[in-house]
């Protein structure tokens, strides 16, 4: 995944459950290694937790990378054909109309309210439940090892 003309990608803040399971070491290198990687498209070497969160992560950033190349090309193909239309002309005095008058406002409320998910997926196909029950699965010492600094530090509720 290298593109040189891109110079943002996106993390989300879903993906935070995957840097608070790593110590900040690990963070550190994790998103280190993400920056190298949509920079250069290279593959950087990671061990256990940080390679498992990395695979997550790179997968979305290749989907966004395809999404904005397909993006990008479509504007180019209609750039190529003149590009936008001209504004309308209002009659009463021969401004330019904003499209955005025409459209009704959206309240910040329905730009920000949670989005009802679907089903996307066979049952065949569903993703892991989450980052937690993969990390209890495949390394229990480690996950015991987080809900007692967890428990130690009320992070969680032992009631």
Known sequence: MTNNTK?????????????????????????KGIFDYVKTGILPEFTGMSKMAFITIRQMLDRNAEKYEEKREKMSQ??????????????????TKKVSDSTPAKSLFSLFKPKVKTELFNKKDEPPVNFSDIVKQTQPEFYEKIMKHREKNKLINTE
């Open 7 to 31: 110079d943002s990608f996106i993390l989300y803040t879903e993906q935070i459950e995957l840097f608070q399971e790593l110590s900040n070491e690990q963070a550190g290198e994790l998103i």
């Open 78 to 95: 209609n750039g190529k054909k003149g590009g936008r239309p001209p504004l309308n002309k209002s009659k009463d005095d021969n401004e």
